[in-house]
């Protein structure tokens, strides 16, 4: 900061205004106003400060400037994150057996209405699909009972937070018949990939039969058939054979020999190998989405993503939520009586100022980036040093200013 003697030779009165150059000098209780109508228009730090420094000058200018623009709600709310906002992936352990967890989802609507309730066996990748006609849980629960009757009642069946399995209904019955139903974070379909990924391939080969004017209904048993018969790209075996212990005759000749996938050195083998796979599965995504561990600990003010309708959308929520838990991957935020669970992806970390309507000289403080550690980031219960601080200027600096 530059001291009164060093720019003493600079400063004059032009009509009654103190005037550096051609530049007015800014009262010091004028700043905060000044400031604010320079940034009225929401540009960066940047262009902020080139705009103020076109007609004016006081003490501190850079620093109060970019202070101000960091502690902009409505700024932090339009801006997109510059890099990806995901975490590491994390890979799911392979079950220790056939058809102990489960995942499953819908697929459609098709033009008809229909829908596809499909299920994977996370140990096999065995496919189950039942069409059905609507997505209640009056609906969905017989046909699960229909494909538990088929191959047994789960250890765990994971599904998302879709509006059949919210209900108390379907809560009793999976409590009814003994089966603990885990839901992923909601809105984040990677949790469920196993179901998410096969569904892709499905509905290319529905429509495929459609366009050629074909039973789509029966394409899909074609689907599945050949499916449950094909080696899994992870484990290298065909899911009929891990969760059935035999191969499928299929149109193609097969030579039936005897498999079974429990076998100690077979098993041991296949966990190997999915291990091996996943970790290779892994790197490249982490690789290619540039995933870093997010930092946002319970206690961080934070905004969170909202769904774009059109061009005028905030890519966030200009209202600041405070993070309330943290399991993994899975955050819960809260605002008042209203508090929302996500992917860690889903939130933007905010300086504690944020959205202050006056600029805090105080605090030099900087958006929080997951890369960078935050120093003044402190645990529950231990004070900010420098939070209730206020810095003034030197009273010499008053002479150099209007009053």
């Known amino acids: 900061m530059m001291n009164g003697k060093q720019i003493k030779d600079e400063l004059s009165v032009v009509n009654g205004m103190v005037m550096r150059g051609d530049r007015i000098v800014v009262p010091y209780k004028l700043q905060n106003s000044i400031i604010k109508a320079a940034h009225r228009s929401h540009q960066g730090i940047v262009k902020t400060k080139a705009f103020l420094r076109e007609t004016m ?14 502690d902009c709600l409505m700024c932090q709310a339009a801006t997109h994150l510059n890099k990806s906002n995901e975490e590491p992936a994390k890979m799911s352990k392979l079950p220790e057996g056939p058809w102990q967890e489960v995942a499953a989802d819908f697929c459609g609507p098709f033009r008809n209405g229909e829908y596809l309730l499909v299920v994977v066996d996370e140990f096999s990748r065995f496919p189950e699909v039942e069409i059905i006609t609507s997505l209640t849980s009056q609906t969905v629960i017989p046909r699960f009972d229909a494909i538990f009757a088929r191959q047994g009642i789960p250890h765990v069946l994971k599904t998302d937070n879709g ?20 839901k992923i974070t909601p809105r984040w379909p990677k949790a469920n990939a196993e179901a998410e990924r096969l569904m892709k391939t499905l509905e290319k080969s529905i429509r495929i039969a459609v366009e050629e004017k074909g039973s789509w209904k029966q394409s899909l048993n074609q689907f599945l058939r050949h499916y449950r018969a094909t080696p899994h790209s992870t484990t290298g075996i065909s899911p009929s054979e891990l969760l059935n212990g035999r191969k499928l005759r299929t149109e193609l000749p097969v030579f039936n020999k005897s498999s079974n996938g429990k076998d100690g050195k077979k098993m041991e083998l296949l966990q190997e190998r999915d291990a091996r796979l996943k970790a290779y599965m892994k790197e490249l995504a982490d690789i290619r989405l540039g995933a ?64 202050n309507k006056t600029v805090v000289e105080s605090q030099d403080c900087e958006i929080q980036d997951p890369e960078v550690p935050v120093s003044d980031h402190v645990d529950e219960g231990v004070a900010l040093r420098t939070s209730d601080r206020i810095r003034s200027a030197p009273n010499y600096l008053n002479d150099f200013v209007l009053t």
């Open 163 to 182: 509006p059949p399995f919210m209900g108390n209904a379907f809560s009793d019955w999976v409590t009814m018949i003994g089966c603990h139903h885990r």
């Open 57 to 70: 000058w006081f003490p501190a200018l850079d620093r109060k400037v970019e202070s101000a623009v960091r």
């Open 292 to 355: 870093q561990e997010s930092g946002l600990d319970v206690g961080d003010k934070v905004l969170i993503r909202q769904e774009k309708r059109d061009k005028m959308d905030l890519p966030f929520v200009p209202s600041p939520y405070k993070v309330e838990s943290k399991k993994g991957s899975m955050v819960t935020a809260r605002r008042g009586d209203h508090s929302v669970t996500r992917n860690t992806s889903f939130f933007k970390r905010i300086t504690p100022n944020c959205g």
